[in-house]
């Protein structure tokens, strides 16, 4: 694994509501490394995306308090100027929006929004930009570029309008790509497509990548390590493989029990209790997915959970991983078979 890219320290991401601040990102510590996948998986509502925009300043900063520490290549991020901050976004840290059709201003050309970037970033000619455009059009395989090129967002299909995002987000050549659900509305075939140009553009860049994803099948194919959050807390961190094998704390296990994928012929598919709660209803103390496993007994949990390594680069939040077992409904029967 390459030198550390991005360390993420103790971040707290507080959203002010009627007067009053919430954590959506809650004590948050990461690292990315160079030419690495780092892949964060969770349900919607947990923090994800509010963590991706802490990292590049998208927050409106009036009505929102970060602490901590957000490292790039050893300069804290959330120490710097406006103009500072400008200056690495774009260039250094590259960002794939969530959703292209939004991402995308109608009213502009497909090569007009590639070349912004470079316009600010780069010393090129207006005949070097275009010419680099269209270059980064066809290293995301897209056919007919100069044509694609001179058209509107509206005239292209949901996958061509990824990659153009995706295109934007490499104008520059960043050394960090943030990938907000990068195959969100695309179908099978698109998805798969989007994931191995990223992976192929990471190596020939040997950026480090942070994938943010509801696929588990994208995780398992495209990423290095895997970060569970859920509630604005990292509840499990390892290697994939590790994780896939034997993932430890419940919430984890319920995402992968949830997931049909997973699911055994004879089996029935998990579901999970409740729902994730929003800011103003959020528990703060002990472990906050104990509420949704109302059958694990208090005493299983933490009072105070923090993220400890329970083996060589896995680590899990609170004590609750121990002795759990899922509950199939029957009084008094454990779930041995997935325990």
């Known amino acids: 694994m390459g030198k550390a890219l991005l360390e993420i320290e ?7 509501i009627k007067g009053t601040d919430y954590a959506a990102v809650d004590d948050v510590s990461l690292c990315i490394h160079e030419d690495e996948v780092l892949a964060i998986v969770g349900e919607s509502g947990c923090g994800k995306s509010a963590l991706a925009l802490s990292i590049i300043g998208l927050h409106e900063p009036r009505v929102t308090d970060l602490r901590g520490a957000i490292r790039f290549e050893g300069e804290n991020l959330l120490e710097l100027s406006r103009k500072k901050l400008n200056e690495i976004r774009g260039k250094e840290i590259g960002m794939v929006f969530q959703d292209p059709m939004t991402a995308l201003n109608p009213l ?3 090569g007009s929004q590639i070349e912004e ?3 600010y970033h780069m010393d090129l000619s207006r005949i070097a930009r275009k010419e680099r455009a269209l ?17 509107y967002p509206h005239e292209l299909s949901g996958g061509m309008r990824q990659r153009v995002v995706i295109a934007i987000a490499l104008a520059c050549n960043p050394r960090l790509l943030i990938a907000d659900e990068p195959t969100t509305a695309l179908d099978v075939t698109i998805q798969a497509q989007i994931m191995e140009l990223l992976k192929t553009l990471q190596s020939e860049m040997q950026s480090g990548i942070l994938l943010i994803t509801h696929d588990l099948g994208v995780v398992a194919e495209t990423a290095d390590r895997v970060a569970v959050m859920y509630a604005g807390q990292i509840v499990e961190l390892a290697e994939v493989d590790d994780i896939f094998a034997r993932p430890l704390h419940p919430y984890t296990r319920s995402l992968f029990q949830s997931n049909p994928a997973k699911m055994p012929r004879k089996g029935r598919l998990h579901v999970i209790q409740g729902r994730v709660p929003n800011l103003e209803n959020l528990k703060r103390e002990g472990c906050r997915f104990a509420d949704r496993v109302p059958w694990v007994p208090k005493t299983e949990h933490a009072r105070s959970p923090v993220l400890q390594e329970v083996k060589r680069g896995h680590f ?6 121990k002795n759990f077992h899922f509950n199939t409904g029957r009084s008094g029967e454990k779930d041995v078979a997935t325990s």
């Not at 103790?10 to 002010?16: A, C, D, K, M, V």
């Not at 270059?135 to 100069?146: F, H, K, N, S, T």
């Not at 899990?316 to 991983?321: E, G, I, L």
């Open 10 to 16: 103790n971040l707290q991401t507080s959203f002010r």
């Open 108 to 110: 502009l050309t497909i």
């Open 117 to 119: 970037p470079m316009k």
């Open 135 to 151: 270059d980064l059009l066809r290293r995301v395989g897209i056919r007919d570029e100069a044509l694609v090129h001179a058209r």
């Open 316 to 321: 899990v939040r609170c004590t609750c991983y």
